[in-house]
Nanobody, 124 residues
Framework: QVQLVESGGGLVQAGGSLRLSCVAS????????VGWFRRPPGKEREFVAF????????YYVDSVKGQFTLSRDNAKNTVYLQMNILKPEDTAVYYC?????????????????WGQGTQVTVSS
């Protein structure tokens, strides 16, 4: 079993940056790819980004390409989501999740472990 804990959220002005961290328990973290999702206020959860098991492959939805960057340090069981040039529409609760899928998947049902989420609020 894997437990995930996100951190790094907070209140930031538009144009600012935040780095979210997702720390996993367990020794098999490198066996999982990781996805980030977010739930904007009053909206459905949406897929944001994906990083492969090794960190060699990443994928971002169009709305955050060039703005968000994923990286991971398997020795520290941690995935990082660097978010730059934040906009008010980036306001959401951000979740990390693990998947055993070998390739990119954007479907929440393909993710088996989830963190509790961290709130990101971007003021205009």
């Amino acid at each position: 079993q894997v437990q995930l804990v996100e951190s790094g959220g907070g209140l930031v002005q538009a144009g600012g940056s935040l780095r979210l961290s997702c720390v996993a328990s367990g020794r098999t973290f490198s066996s999982y790819a990781v996805g980030w999702f977010r739930r904007p206020p009053g909206k459905e959860r949406e897929f944001v980004a994906f990083i492969s098991r090794s960190g060699g492959s990443t994928y971002y939805v169009d709305s955050v390409k060039g703005q968000f960057t994923l990286s991971r340090d398997n020795a520290k069981n941690t995935v990082y989501l660097q978010m730059n040039i934040l906009k008010p529409e980036d306001t959401a609760v951000y979740y990390c999740a693990t998947t055993s899928a070998g390739t990119l998947t954007t479907r929440p049902t393909q993710y088996n472990y989830w963190g509790q989420g961290t709130q990101v609020t971007v003021s205009s």
